[in-house]
């Protein structure tokens, strides 16, 4: 779990960059106003699928990142949040912004009530319970118990919501700006979250869970509430997936998605905000991409074999971690180091031998 | 100057020699919707490259081998095909996003042979939505022929729900006293299958149908055997064995079957009819006697080498699929899909219209399909969006399927 350390969680206010960051994506729609092209629309359904990706990828950094406790099921809070969605839309006819603070509240207490169990374990059990709750999700949703609700293995089919009050948008330029809203809302919680008292004792327990206990830290509620948060994030994101996705069925939750979380965030890098939103832009970018790559490489070189486009994810996810071991945003992080150390003043050599050695082995 | 007075006069005179010939060609002025142009035809499909289910992309390679060998001959009235086969890994919401890229971004006429009931569920309403032919889908689920509500989807393949009548039908007719114990897997294509044989058994016999069912017990996929399930059906007394279960347990049920000396009228649905995945594993010997039913031939039988079809089958797979495995009934599946699309695309013409695909496909009249089961037509019509009505019924005999008795379809 080696970390970067992060200037930001003693910054107050909300960051600029994170400001003109936001303001910049709520400008992109607005290029379909100028550059009338069919494809807009889908570019804008590509932007809302990074941006759910990020919201669910930010859940499990939490947890990861800040609080050290491994989960290879958040494909299950993120399914529980999308069903949460589709039967409240579905059976109980709810508007489809409404069911986003009850996805989040149910996915809280489920996250929590799980974090109890996970307190005993740690490190590759941790792994393990919560892969197990991956693999059981897609089954208990095909329960026969239950079909009456979730439509069973044919899922359920909703409505795509319009824009409201004649706003003069394309449905999915409206659906674009409510999951950026959303995930700027997200962002801007965690953000103040990690920079509170909350957030550094998190981080203390992920560093050193005795040290934190004696510094008083409740560890054990701590780590369940990280739980129940992280699981409330990622099933948000996965309540908006079911609303631009307007279909829900057990096959969209497999495991692999709770997998794909976890290469969104190491890829992204731990524990940093705005890696969450590489993460999130890698896992939509690259998998179509290496489809792309493969395509191409066929018909150019003839080949008689398929490139398989899996093998060349694969191969862009190793030089990754190569080349940068902490993530795009540890990678971002050790290059202003490394600027600004070229930069700054040489640190006179004389006085404290020790601490120079250990600044450097730090930056490395 | 008298150059060009010559030139336009020859010019003219031709104009007018060629103006009876060249009225029909106006008569059908060209008219292309998206993906379209005097050279190529840009069509799209979604099939599992990879993840649990990319058995099935064979189907999807079959697709682009006959293409190959479309543009290779020249193509269809002169346009080659572009077909955008992308991996959707039979997740549904990447088949959302990969179809809103076919249609949006890659601009292609239309899609065909999406593969999977959940992927298709997915798209279904968007397609219709979009008025984007949405041709042949490759799932047997009951839903996609349904023109009056959505006018843009057309299925394929017998559904599962006509076979399991087709097997009902059968055993009233050939088994006295029927006594019947169903295995099936719990997903929608068990439920289609049931329903489809409760029909036919209640057509059969009436309401009453219902009490001659002894047993139905089910499985998950992933249940690691169907071992328990097995021994609770034999013990019923049931002399009619309805087999609704994908491959790996059609050939664990087969077997344990065998083991425990049970032997009823076994019927196995085409899902599971694979030689080479299903009967040798679970041993010939145990499988004998087996009714199925079968609309393409299998393609491991070396009785149709005498048929004409197969041996071109057989070329095209050594031309354009020399790595693949010719024991692959999805070879055949891909195969007999494709034809189809270029008699729809052949029938166009220079009309290659979205509108015009949709009234085509709709207008396939006993048309004949290599790989197919010899009599076996496909017919559409605009209230009729199931190209495919009738299975034939085979028993296993050695080591192949053998057809007997009468090519049976579900009137419409």
Redesign the interface.
Known sequence: MAAQPHSWATKAGIGWGALVFWLFMATLPLIGFVWDD??F???M??GQ?MLIYAIAVLGLNLLTGFNGQISLGHGAFFALGAYIAAILMNDAGWPYWATLPAAAVVCFGAGFLFGFPALKLEGHYLALATFSLAIAVP?LL?H?AITHWTG????L?LEKPDPPFGVPLSPDQFLYYFCLGVAALLFWAAFNLLRGRTGLGLMAIRDHAMAAATMGIDTALYKTIAFGISALFTGVAGAL?AIT???V????F?L?LSVYFLVGLVVGGLSSLPGCIIGGVFLVLVQ?TA?SIS?WAKGTFAL???V???AIYGVVLLLLMYLLPTGVAGGITRLRVWVARRLAPPVPRASEPAVIQRQTTEAD | MPNITRRATILGASTLALAPLARPAIAEAKKYGPGVTDTEIKIGNTVP????ASAYGQVG?AHSAYFRMINDQGGVNGRKINY?S??D?????KT??LA??LV??D?VLFLFATL????N??I???MNQRKVPHLFVSTG?SKWGDPKHYPWTMGFAPDYHTEGYIYAQHALKNVPNPKIAILRQ???MG?DYLDGFMEGIKSGLGPDGEKKIAQIATY?V?DPTVDSQMLQLKNTGANVFFNITTPKFAAQAIKKAAEIGWKPAHYLVNVAASIGVVIKPAGYENAQGIITALYQKDVTDPFWESYPDYRAWREWMAKYQ??ANPMESANATGYIQAFTLMQVLKQCGDELTRENIMRQAANLKDLEVPMLVPGIRLNTSPTNFYPLRSVHPARLEGEHWKLFGELMTKAE
């Open positions: 069919p494809s629309d889908y570019w359904f590509m699928s089954q095909k026969k069973g293995v044919s899922g089919v997936s996705v307007a279909y069925a057990p096959d969209s497999t692999q179509n489809q395509n008689a074999y398929d398989p486009p899996w | 490259y990879s993840g649990n390679r955008i992308l991996d890994g039979y997740s549904p919401p959302v996003e809103r890229q949006e971004r601009q999977g009931t959940a992927p569920t997915a279904h309403k968007y689920a719990n997903d929608d439920v998950e992933t020399p790595t």
